[in-house]
């Protein structure tokens, strides 16, 4: 004898086809005749092991047996599997509707009848309002949507088969407004508020009367929400971006106002260094050099310092113009062009700090020409010859310098 089905639902389907004369015999229970071809304690003992409540009375002498294939999730009409609550809550996994001659095992069915199809996406309506509402009272089946005393609705997860509509834009609902956690608080709100407004002065609702309001609650809700963004959010979000930028950009010109002292020395410590430089007094000649190196080496420090500051600003800019991309599009777009100003205020720094850096390079090379010169008389004439060279070019191409890099 052929293998006998392992598990409920296929049992009943089993059951439905090989049986003779089966007739229904009230209470959702059905019987029939077992052919001979068949061995009847077997298959009346696997229908006791299949766990379901599925295996009714049977009777050996007149080879009959009863059982209970809705149990099973096996309906003869698409109404008797509309009309098991379960069903309206969540679609099963695994279900059969007889007179439309449709086993369901997965959502990827490629030949789903047109008003399966359509429950489908009632049930996962269903599914989504269960997670958005306020709160759930006979065990799931109904669900409360709250914004105030005076105004709150109960809906109830109850449906019929004339009332099954297609939902285009359920995963749109589903995607932005119950599985996103941006905003998430005031989605919910804008939910609630779009309900209220549908059934205004109603205390009570099924699903099915919502259906046919489905559309018009997702445009309502979607608007709500990109008004929320556009108004709210953007201008909160405006206040923020423009309070921050004006903070960085007092901090971009605390970097060189902090060194400023010690950029008035720089003009100084040439005229010194030259005005001390005297033949015949090595000593001094030297003492002179080294406070100069010393005073080279200190700037070199400073602007070091103020470039790392510069550089800490530059990348928390990146960092909170990256945080404003991942808001909304319809907000994000409109702050393309916030961060614009600031990072060429950056780049300006930069290149202050980088001119810094080559005066004091310049003053110490020049200081140590004039040492050497005193020393050595032969190596100051060729130094100062080429020196000349080099500062008409720069006269003549000051761009030179600007684009140079910085050591």
């Known amino acids: 004898m052929p293998q006998l089905p392992d598990n409920p639902h296929d049992m009943a389907l089993w059951l439905l086809k090989q049986l003779e004369d ?15 071809t068949w061995d009847f304690q077997s ?6 092991e299949v766990e379901g ?11 009959s047996i009863e059982f209970y294939p809705e149990s099973a999730r096996v309906y003869q009409t698409f109404s008797d599997f509309l009309s098991r609550p379960a069903n309206l809550k969540a679609a099963p996994c695994r279900f059969t509707i007889c007179d439309l001659d449709y086993t369901h095992r997965n959502r990827s069915n490629a030949d ?15 599914e989504l309002l269960s997670l958005v509402a306020d709160h759930s009272a006979n065990n799931g089946m109904s669900q409360h949507f709250i914004k105030s005393h005076d105004a709150k609705v109960e809906m109830r997860l109850e449906y019929q088969l004339t009332d099954l509509v297609p939902l285009p834009s359920l995963e749109q609902f589903a995607a932005e407004f119950v599985n996103n956690p941006h905003h998430k608080d005031q989605k919910l ?4 508020s779009a309900l209220l407004d549908i059934f205004k002065g109603k205390r009570v609702v099924t699903v099915g009367d919502f259906l046919p309001h489905f559309e018009a609650f997702m445009a309502n809700v979607h608007s709500s929400y990109v008004m929320y963004t556009a108004d709210f959010s953007y201008e909160k979000i405006r206040r923020e971006v423009e309070k921050q930028n004006l903070e960085d950009t007092l901090r971009l010109n605390k970097t060189v106002s902090d060194i400023q002292n010690q950029l008035l020395a720089l003009p100084a410590a040439l005229v010194l260094a030259g005005a001390g430089i005297q033949k015949n007094e090595t000593l001094k000649n030297i003492a002179i050099w080294i406070g100069v190196c010393i005073f080279a080496w200190l700037m070199r420090a400073l602007v070091n310092n103020q470039e790392h500051s510069i550089d800490a600003i530059d990348k928390e800019v990146g960092l909170r113009k990256q945080n404003l991309e991942e808001q909304p599009e319809g907000v994000s777009n409109r702050f393309a062009d916030a961060f614009k100003t600031l990072e060429a205020r950056v780049k300006d720094q930069m290149k202050v700090l980088c001119g810094i850096r080559f005066a004091v390079v310049l003053i110490w090379i020049v200081v140590t020409a004039m040492i050497f010169s005193v020393f050595f008389p032969n190596f100051a004439e060729g130094f100062w010859k080429y020196s000349g ?10 761009e030179s310098l600007i684009s140079a890099p910085c050591a």
């Open 189 to 192: 709100n804008i939910v609630r």
């Open 112 to 126: 789903i009848p047109e008003q399966v199809a359509s429950y489908l996406s009632v049930a996962k309506l269903c």
């Open 43 to 48: 298959v009346v003992s696997r229908l006791d």
């Open 53 to 63: 409540g599925l295996a009714g009375l049977s009777d050996e002498a007149a080879r």
């Open 389 to 398: 060279t080099f500062f008409m070019h720069l006269i003549n191409s000051p």
């Open 22 to 36: 089966v007739q229904h015999v009230g209470g959702g229970g059905w019987q029939g005749v077992l052919p001979s």
